[in-house]
């Protein structure tokens, strides 16, 4: 975010902050999720691609209609956490001057000089956000689980 935002402008790119916030933290995020993909496509046994492609199907197809279904629901827990961590990320964003929850907490308490109240208000306010993120995502989670497969369990094994 720091060199997106001092750099760029040095070759004639200039973004607004709250751009290079984003594009910084998309940039930092979609690397760690092609990873958790790439992590979840390893984990589907390789006897799935061979079994697909037994059936006639293409190596596309088997990719797009076997493999990719079943990775997709592996790497959702990982992604979940991924989803948490760029939630909790934004608060690095005050480094380049956007105001984000951190930053506003920080000006009311340097006005009040009630740092530790304004601060805790901040904690809990991640914590609910946090709380209702993983709420939803582990019912999504639940909700795409096929029972009995194991594919889930070998998965977070592997990834963890």
């Not at 046994?45 to 596309?60: F, V, Y």
Request: aromatic share 10%.
């Amino acid at each position: 975010m720091f060199i997106i935002y001092f750099g760029l402008p040095s070759v004639g790119i200039a973004l607004s902050p709250i751009h290079c916030a984003l594009l910084g933290l998309s940039l930092n995020s979609g690397a760690y999720q092609a990873e958790y993909l790439r992590g979840s496509i390893q984990a589907i046994p390789s006897g799935q691609m061979i079994a697909a492609r037994t059936l006639g199907m293409t190596k596309l197809k088997s990719i797009k209609n076997v493999i990719l279904p079943q990775a997709l629901r592996i790497s959702i827990p990982a992604w979940s956490n991924e989803l948490i961590y760029l939630f909790k990320y934004t608060s690095i964003a005050s480094i380049i001057q956007v105001s984000e929850l951190t930053k506003e907490g920080e000006l009311i308490a340097s006005r009040n000089f009630r740092y530790i109240e304004i601060f805790l208000i901040i904690a809990l306010i991640y914590l609910i956000f946090t709380f209702i993120i993983t709420e939803i995502l582990d019912r999504i989670t639940k909700k795409i689980t096929i029972p009995g497969t194991g594919v889930q369990e070998r998965a977070r094994a592997r990834l963890t």
